[in-house]
């Protein structure tokens, strides 16, 4: 049976972590001057390798996490301050400013960086796959958070092709007033990962 409360979590969890909408602008900054073709493929490229090192990381995330001694308790819980740091940074505006300096370096093709790696699969995005697929193991789990976690990533794909228009439609404001709600969403969501964390050590009700 399909547990759609977790599938409700991991979708809100992963679609505020790597912010579909907050990475149009970057990925409008990153493509200025090329092409309508150029930026098709830049997009897809770029997707397509957070796809890749998303899925790795949701499958032997953990494994890795057990080789070098580290329980998944531990793991929420330096996650999810990793998420409340990033949740900061939205709500502060610091994650857009970095955003947009990134955006501003000259580089021929950004779509593996910085485009895939940090501004979609970044620190964030991968501790998040690992957290998720640790709540529910075994390759239903695995299954169910890919499955989300591809779906986000569409949504990505969707925002780099209509992010001239996005950035139009919303303005600047728009997208700030967005990207704080965004941030709020997901400081509640780290504190739960942390208290989640706690929890198993007993440390939490």
Do not use: H, W, Y
């Amino acid at each position: 049976m399909i547990d759609t409360t977790f599938l409700i979590s991991t979708f809100v969890t992963l679609f505020v972590i790597i912010d579909p909408l907050g990475l149009a602008p970057a990925f409008v900054a990153l493509t200025q001057g090329a092409s309508k073709q150029e930026r098709r493929e830049i997009a897809i490229r770029a997707c397509l390798v957070s796809a890749g090192l998303l899925t790795l990381f949701a499958a032997f995330g953990e494994t890795v996490l057990g080789f070098v001694g580290i329980s998944m308790a531990a793991f929420r819980v330096a996650g999810g301050a990793l998420l409340f740091l990033t949740a900061l940074d939205m709500l502060f505006e610091r994650r857009t400013k970095r955003r947009e300096g990134q955006a501003e370096e000259d580089r021929p093709d950004p779509s593996v960086f910085p485009l895939a790696i940090p501004l979609v699969a970044g620190p964030g995005a991968i501790a998040t796959v690992i957290l998720l697929s640790g709540q529910r193991p075994g390759l239903e789990g695995l299954a169910m958070v890919v499955g989300v976690m591809l779906a986000v990533l569409c949504m990505v794909l969707a925002m780099f092709l209509l992010s001239g228009v996005l950035e139009r439609l919303l303005g600047k404001t728009g997208i700030n007033v967005v990207t704080r709600l965004l941030g709020m969403l997901l400081a509640a969501l780290a504190v739960q990962f942390i208290l989640d964390g706690l929890r198993e050590f007993g440390f939490a009700a």
